[in-house]
T-cell receptor, first 113, second 110 residues
Framework: IAGITQAPTSQILAAGRRMTLRCTQD?????MYWYRQDLGLGLRLIHY???????GKGEVPDGYSVSRANTDDFPLTLASAVPSQTSVYFC????????????FGPGTRLTVL | GENVEQHPSTLSVQEGDSAVIKCTYS??????FPWYKQELGKRPQLIID?????GEKKDQRIAVTLNKTAKHFSLHITETQPEDSAVYFC?????????FGTGTRLKVLA
C-alpha cells in the first residue's frame, strides 16, 4: 500500500441496506477524515478522528458512523442507506489534526436506489 | 456557522491568460488556507497553501494572497495552460477541520 486507499471503488446499494466503506493509510498519519462530495456543494465533512481511539462529528454526520480502532484504518458505515446518501465519498488523512495538508484517497462512488 | 464562499463557480479563460479565484471565510480563528485541484474523476490534490502569518506565496505560475483583515484569500494562475483545466477548491482551517468552498470549474480554452 502506498498512501491512502479506499474500497470499494464504486457500489450500487438498495435502500435500507447496511454498507461499510473502507479506508486505509500507511503514512502513520494521526488524523483521518471522511467527506462526501456532491455537485455544487463541494466537500462536506462527515466524521473525523484526531488519533486512534477517538472520533468526532463533522458537518453532516447523520446516518453515518465511524470507528478508529488503529492508526491505519477508518471505516465509514451507513447503517440503513437512503437515496440522499448517493454521493462520492472521499477519505483523507493528515499528519496531525491542526493545519496540515490533507491527503485524499481515490474516492468511492456510492449509489443508493 | 462557519462557512467559506468561493467565486466564481465557473471560469473560462483563453490559454495564456490569467485566472483568479476568490474565497471569503467567516471564522476569524482560521489560520491555514489550502487550495486543492481536482481533475475529472480524480481525487483532490493540494497545489498551494498559505498560513496566516504570510500575505502572499508563489510557486511558479501559481500564487495565493491572503487578507486576514477582510477575511479574503485568492488563487492566481498565470500563463494558463490546458492542463490547468479542473475544479479548484479553497478551504479554511482553524483547528481540527477544513471548511471547503463549493469549487470553481476552470476551463482553459486553446
Amino acid at each position: 500500500i502506498a498512501g491512502i486507499t479506499q474500497a470499494p471503488t464504486s457500489q450500487i446499494l438498495a435502500a435500507g441496506r447496511r454498507m461499510t466503506l473502507r479506508c486505509t493509510q500507511d503514512m502513520r498519519h494521526n488524523a483521518m477524515y471522511w467527506y462526501r462530495q456532491d455537485l455544487g456543494l463541494g466537500l462536506r465533512l462527515i466524521h473525523y478522528s484526531n488519533t486512534a481511539g477517538t472520533t468526532g462529528k463533522g458537518e453532516v454526520p447523520d446516518g453515518y458512523s465511524v470507528s478508529r480502532a488503529n492508526t491505519d484504518d477508518f471505516p465509514l458505515t451507513l447503517a440503513s442507506a437512503v437515496p440522499s446518501q448517493t454521493s462520492v465519498y472521499f477519505c483523507a488523512s493528515s499528519r496531525d489534526v491542526v493545519n496540515n495538508e490533507q491527503f485524499f484517497g481515490p474516492g468511492t462512488r456510492l449509489t443508493v436506489l | 456557522g462557519e462557512n467559506v464562499e468561493q467565486h466564481p463557480s465557473t471560469l473560462s479563460v483563453q490559454e495564456g491568460d490569467s485566472a483568479v479565484i476568490k474565497c471569503t471565510y467567516s471564522d476569524s480563528a482560521s489560520n491555514y488556507f489550502p487550495w486543492y485541484k481536482q481533475e475529472l474523476g480524480k481525487r483532490p490534490q493540494l497545489i498551494i497553501d498559505i498560513r496566516s502569518n504570510v500575505g502572499e506565496k508563489k510557486d511558479q505560475r501559481i500564487a495565493v494572497t491572503l487578507n486576514k483583515t477582510a477575511k479574503h484569500f485568492s488563487l492566481h494562475i498565470t500563463e494558463t495552460q490546458p492542463e490547468d483545466s479542473a475544479v479548484y477548491f479553497c478551504a479554511a482551517s482553524g483547528t481540527y477541520k477544513y471548511i471547503f468552498g463549493t469549487g470553481t470549474r476552470l476551463k482553459v480554452l486553446a
